[in-house]
């Protein structure tokens, strides 16, 4: 069973920075993507970060320069590192992982996604 648990999240100012961690309980392929996505009030699911196997990693225009991913292999451990946070970038988020994907092609769709952990919450304000 691979379980994923986020811890991080809280209430910032605007300008201010979090980061956030993800716990991964075992790995079950040596090829894989993992991500953050999150989800604000009344809007979907939309990815901010992703990382592959080989540490090549992908931001969309909204975070990039702000938000960093990282893993830690020694740790199991991902993180998203969030500076310069906005109102905007309020919402629940999620780590997410996705075994052996084709062609080692990362992708920001939650459907290929084979395993969520539960969220954290981040809230900023003005």
């Known amino acids: 069973q691979v379980q994923l648990v986020e811890s991080g999240g809280g209430s910032v100012q605007a300008g201010g920075s979090l980061r956030l961690a993800c716990t991964v309980s075992?790995?079950?392929?040596?090829?894989?993507?993992m991500a953050w996505f999150r989800q604000g009030l009344e809007k979907e699911r939309e990815w901010v970060a992703i990382i592959a196997t080989r540490g090549t990693t992908n931001y969309p225009g909204p975070v990039k320069g702000r938000f960093t991913i990282s893993l830690d292999n020694a740790k199991n451990t991902l993180y998203l590192q969030m500076n310069s946070l906005k109102p905007e970038d309020d919402g629940m988020y999620y780590c997410?992982?996705?075994?052996?994907?084709?062609?080692?092609?990362?992708?920001?769709?939650?459907?290929?996604?084979?395993?969520w952990g539960q969220g954290t919450q981040v809230t900023v304000s003005s």
């Open positions: 075992e790995y079950t392929a040596s090829r894989y993507c």
């Open positions: 997410a992982v996705r075994w052996s994907p084709p062609g080692g092609a990362c992708g920001g769709t939650a459907n290929d996604y084979d395993h």
